[in-house]
């Protein structure tokens, strides 16, 4: 499946933006879609997950309580509503999808054979 990010930008500190990952021609529902990161220098890191219910959502310890994941009525677009967004939130934000990933493996890059482009979030002080 290709995956297409959208909604990344520049931003200050305090701010909000919310990114959709959008499949081309067909639907996200089968898969297991997340969210990750990759700040300059450092490795990609998990930001957070949604499974096909969902009521089921993952999320690392450094965006709880601040992002929220979520898809849409017809299951066509996930999305990652960032709220009080930090300077150390700045990276480059990749979609993931998979079918077959299963719990133990939500968190980890390689639990996911698709991937987007990549959209950028930069957050100013």
């Known amino acids: 499946v290709q995956l297409v990010e959208s909604g990344g930008g520049l931003v200050q500190a305090g701010d909000s933006l919310r990114l959709s990952c959008a499949a081309s021609?067909?639907?996200?529902?089968?898969?297991?879609v997340a969210w990750f990161r990759q700040a300059p220098g450092k490795e990609r890191e998990f930001v957070a997950a949604i499974r096909r219910s969902q009521s089921n959502t993952y999320y690392a310890d450094s965006v709880k309580g601040r992002f929220s994941i979520s898809r849409d009525s017809d299951k066509a677009t996930v999305y990652l509503q960032m709220n009080s967004l930090k300077p150390e939130d700045t990276a480059v934000y990749y979609c993931a999808a998979d079918m077959g990933t299963i719990l133990s493996s939500l968190r980890d890059v390689r639990g996911y054979d698709n991937w987007g482009q990549g959209t950028l979030v930069t957050v100013s002080s």
């Open positions: 021609g067909r639907t996200l529902s089968s898969y297991v």
